[in-house]
T-cell receptor, first 116, second 114 residues
Framework: DQQVKQNSPSLSVQEGRISILNCDYTNSMFDYFLWYKKYPAEGPTFLISISSIKDKNEDGRFTVFLNKSAKHLSLHIVPSQPGDSAVYFCAASDSLNAGNNRKLIWGLGTSLAVNP | KAGVTQTPRYLIKTRGQQVTLSCSPISGHRSVSWYQQTPGQGLQFLFEYFSETQRNKGNFPGRFSGRQFSNSRSEMNVSTLELGDSALYLC?????????????FGAGSRLTVL
């Protein structure tokens, strides 16, 4: 059973517009969430994270929103650029593991295509 | 600084063989984790090593094993290979940042089992 779900396998967006990638989770013990992006033939790279004590974290064009009551987070990319085309993974860890453990639970990823 | 280095990048094996994959973490990172990535299952955690000790283990059979050396380099081994072991094997090293662990991944070792 997937504890972290990315229900959209793919997303296509026009350059300059907003990309919204969604992630749902089922485990209420999760309290730290991360987004990674992955280009073909490369390993995933860390993008942005958010702790459950916050509902928003922003880094440049990337903003992550967390809705704990809905167990939902989203990654917004504004404005989207062709170089953002990649697979985006949502990952979560729980309070038992956050400081000492690398056992992140991952979604299956969403493939984003930003069209020029 | 140099990133996480995985070798070999690509390899082909046949069923029943065994394989060893290597990972050199970022200098100063003492934790190394291994993940298996397949199209249908996404990233699945294999195990994590810290200071030469396995600190956590995922739900994989005993055919999957690993170890870490005193210089933090890690190897994983898969014995008696099965077709379903074909996957991208990713290694990640980490250090705690801002209260949580940010993983830095290598480019992966793509294993094909025929």
């Amino acid at each position: 059973d997937q504890q972290v779900k990315q229900n959209s396998p793919s997303l296509s967006v026009q350059e300059g517009r907003i990309s919204i990638l969604n992630c749902d989770y089922t485990n209420s013990m999760f309290d730290y969430f991360l987004w990674y992006k992955k280009y073909p033939a490369e390993g995933p790279t860390f993008l942005i994270s958010i702790s459950s004590i916050k509902d928003k974290n922003e880094d440049g064009r990337f903003t992550v929103f967390l809705n704990k009551s809905a167990k939902h987070l989203s990654l917004h990319i504004v404005p989207s650029q062709p170089g953002d085309s990649a697979v985006y993974f949502c990952a979560a860890s729980d309070s038992l593991n956050a400081g000492n453990n690398r056992k992140l639970i991952w979604g299956l990823g969403t493939s984003l295509a930003v069209n020029p | 600084k140099a990133g996480v280095t995985q070798t070999p990048r690509y390899l082909i094996k046949t069923r029943g063989q065994q394989v060893t994959l290597s990972c050199s973490p970022i200098s100063g990172h003492r934790s190394v984790s291994w993940y298996q990535q397949t199209p249908g299952q996404g990233l699945q955690f294999l195990f994590e090593y810290f200071s030469e000790t396995q600190r956590n283990k995922g739900n994989f059979p005993g055919r999957f094993s690993g170890r870490q050396f005193s210089n933090s380099r890690s190897e994983m081994n898969v014995s008696t290979l099965e077709l379903g072991d074909s996957a991208l094997y990713l290694c990640a090293s980490s250090v705690v940042e801002a209260g949580a662990n940010v993983l830095t991944f290598g480019a992966g070792s793509r294993l094909t089992v025929l």
